[in-house]
């Protein structure tokens, strides 16, 4: 029964390597170990499906707009006062909109989205592990083998210290590729749940194990987005299963976490008998009280602003945030701890709302298909609804953080957008305007 079991969940190890999404698969699972083959692998697959692929990629209104977007960013690094800056800049975006254009193709069925979520949940086991090794048993290590084929770098207590990295390169990136691979694993949990497939068979048994692995690693990579997002899609799920008694539990946890940090004086002392200052102190920034004005996201967000408003049109150019910056605060800081307004102040804003036209796009898309039973049976629409939901997150951790500057967390964000249109396209193609027939 062991062996049956894994079989039938695991079957996609057993992929047949012919199949291009099989390529995808392995190096999906090979990513948060292997950065570099990993890339090798997923261009190999974009490059494979846009030769076969051309003429269908080619016709979709969503691709055309893609393509747009390319052509104002490359004239925004020609107007760009750091041209060699900006242009390089452009590699992390333009690559992964081929990316997003070949798996959108490739991508197509509800079993696809499911084999990928597996995929990702699996591969973050030895990630989480990793971290937690770091902080707690203060792993370190700086391996190199072959070059950077496999180039690990662990640093003891974490990046920055007493904040679980991994093999990423800070706290706050690990903390957003684990809540996107925590809202894919509940999902997968939940619809096994549902579908009562052995509460004690070894898939179900290894979700839960995955899930709470990767929850502590997530609260001990100490970062509030990372918790804020968790606890959103905690709250999600119990609304969209209906189980209103766990949305209460939910609520009164964290409204007690927040009166312990932010309530007037004789209140929050109260709360604080119960909440651990590990949550209370992080949220207030009292654990950190002596933090520069200029490190803060108020601050960051004030200026970033105002060099979209004296740039409105090209932007400053990619990564040129960060030297304007120094210059003007005497802090090195790498962006301003907000995609979209980075991205309107390097590129201007018809490129930053063009970017955000398209993001929206694809979100409504994806709800109003969601909302319309005819076009997916039951059992795929909690796969679905997952997808959505670490889209939302992938947006939301945007708007305190930039994910763009992690090639793995980067391609990963850009695959489950590839998911969510590509199912949209082939289960309702009217709303994308499909050109090309089925």
Not at 93 to 103: D, E, V
Not at 134 to 142: D, N
Not at 315 to 328: C, H, I, M, T
Not at 380 to 394: C, K, P
């Amino acid at each position: 029964m062991l062996g049956a079991s894994l079989n039938k969940v695991f079957d996609y190890f057993k992929a047949r390597w012919q199949s291009s999404w099989n390529y995808s698969l392995w190096a999906l699972l090979i990513f948060p170990l292997s950065p570099l083959l990993g890339a090798v692998t997923i261009g190999f697959v974009a490059l494979i499906t846009w030769l076969k692929q051309y003429r269908k990629i080619s016709r979709r209104p969503l691709n055309w707009g893609f393509a747009l977007l390319s052509v104002l960013l490359i004239v925004s690094a020609a107007f760009a006062q750091d041209k060699t800056a900006a242009f390089l800049g452009l590699f992390n975006l333009l690559p992964f909109f081929l990316l997003f254009a070949a798996h959108s193709t490739l991508i197509q069925t509800f079993a696809q989205l499911r084999q990928m979520a597996w995929i990702l949940v699996i591969g973050s086991m030895p990630v989480a592990i990793i971290g937690l090794g770091q902080l707690f048993l203060g792993w370190s290590l700086k391996l190199e083998i072959l070059w950077i084929v496999f180039a690990w770098t662990i640093r003891p207590g974490g990046n920055p210290p007493g904040r679980i990295a991994s093999l990423f390169l800070h706290a706050n990136t690990f903390a957003a590729y684990l809540a996107i691979i925590f809202i894919l694993g509940l999902g997968l949990w939940l619809e096994q749940w549902r579908l009562g497939i052995g509460k004690n068979s070894v898939p179900f048994l290894f979700l839960t194990v995955a899930m709470i692995t990767n929850f502590i690693a997530l609260i001990f990579t100490n970062s509030r987005n990372g918790w804020a997002i968790a606890i959103l899609a905690c709250l999600a799920y119990a609304l969209y299963q209906g189980w209103r008694i766990l949305v209460g539990a939910v609520a009164a946890i964290v409204s007690s976490v927040l009166l312990a940090a932010f309530a007037p004086s004789l209140v929050a002392q109260f709360f604080r008998q119960y909440v651990p200052a590990f949550f209370w102190a992080r949220l207030n920034d009292d654990m950190y009280p002596d933090r520069p004005v200029a490190l803060m996201r108020k601050t960051q967000w004030e200026f970033a602003w105002s060099l979209a408003q004296e740039h409105p049109l090209t932007g400053w150019g990619l990564r040129s945030f960060s030297g304007l910056y120094k210059a003007q605060m005497q802090i090195p800081l790498g962006h301003p701890h907000n995609l979209f307004l980075m991205l309107s102040a390097e590129t201007g804003f018809p490129s930053a709302f063009l970017f955000c036209g398209l993001l929206a796009w694809i979100l409504i898309t994806g709800v109003q298909l969601l909302r319309k039973s005819k076009y997916i049976n039951t059992e795929d629409r909690l796969i679905f609804f997952s997808y959505l939901l670490a889209f939302m997150a992938w947006v939301l951790f945007n708007t305190v953080d930039v994910t763009l500057f992690d090639f793995r967390l980067n391609a990963l964000s850009w695959l489950i957008l590839a998911g969510i249109c590509g199912v949209v396209h082939q289960y309702d193609p009217i709303r994308l305007g499909r050109l090309d027939p089925p």
